[in-house]
């Protein structure tokens, strides 16, 4: 138990003391009388409360890791199979690292621009040889620009900054099964901690942002059950509480989730209604739907390659609203700030619906 004191009104502390339940002896029907019960420690004596004195002086101010989503919560990016996810996390992940724009400024914001950020990627649904294609068309796709769009970082920087702010945990496929919570007994009525999931918090420690990629593969509980999935967001709130880091886990849509108007709401999430409730930053990601792609001309493979992130849930900030990306060649997203309506640049979507000539999109 930590060490808990008192504070006493001059201002002086003392311990508290310890105390517990008291030991019971009771008979059953037989007349036997029952092991005694162990000793229970009380939780309540190890929290010690706000001292509202302290709000007589200005709150600190928030530290945002991502725009809207602050040090110490837990968010999410969810959406369908195939829209754009992975490239996004990815490009995310190293734009903040190493401070270079990769094409999806609107979800960073001025962030990264300060100080490069630590990430920590835990891979669980691709294997590491895709994650490298990825990122190599990612800078491949970036580097005729000289690496960073706005000419501030050279490719040496660029390379240093991310060896050493971002870090992949490759777990898809390991012997070891990686999972942070399953059923403690055969009911499936009791969740309890993997060995996995007691030491996340430390592993975490020293990061800015830690992406758990996927939840559906993090865990052995019942997505659909509230109890269960509030046992495994409290994991992720644990660690990023006390690693002072922004945790983001990266989900699906359920199904049917996003094929109407209103792909940005929070409720499209798959599972449980706590995925949604008890986390504290939602962005969802989707596609332009074909009868709009149609309207505005074009066929159905770039109807597809526009990708709308929205966020859905933002508790502590700015709802960044909405912002649209082309789907370039290689499947890499770059930031369009007129969406759909406008032309783009010199390999913008006007002169790919020109041409109708397109490389596979290797859609992530």
Sequence with gaps: MNSVVHLSPDGTTRPAPEQSFPRTRRSNKNGKEKPVEKSVA?????????????????????EYVLAGLERGT??????????????????????????????????????????????????????????????GRIIERFNSRGVDERGVLGPDEFWERLRA???????FGNPDIFSLARHADSNNRKCELTSWGQFLAERCAGYDLVIMDTLSRSHELEENSNPEMAFLLKIFERAATS???????IHHFSKGGGTNDDQGAADNSRGASVLTSNCRWQLNVGTLRMDKGKALGFDRLDTKSWVCTESAKVSYGANGGQNWYWRGEGGVLNHEPDGPNGDG?????????????REPSHEG
């Design 165 to 171: 702010n971002l870090t992949i945990l490759d777990l």
């Design 42 to 62: 009380n939780p309540w004596l190890s929290i010690r409360p706000v001292d509202v004195m302290t709000w007589q002086q200005p709150a600190p101010e928030p």
């Design 74 to 135: 837990v968010g999410a990016i969810v959406g369908p199979g195939g829209a754009g996810k992975s490239y996004l996390t990815l490009q995310l992940m190293m734009q903040l690292a190493t401070g270079a724009d990769l094409g999806i400024s609107p979800l960073v914001g001025n962030l990264s621009e300060a100080r490069p950020l630590r990430v920590l990627y835990i891979c669980l649904e691709d294997p590491a040889k895709e994650v490298w294609r990825r990122a």
């Design 345 to 357: 640049g010199d390999d913008g979507p006007a002169q790919v619906r020109n041409s109708r000539r």
């Design 243 to 249: 690693s002072n880091c922004a945790f983001l886990y």
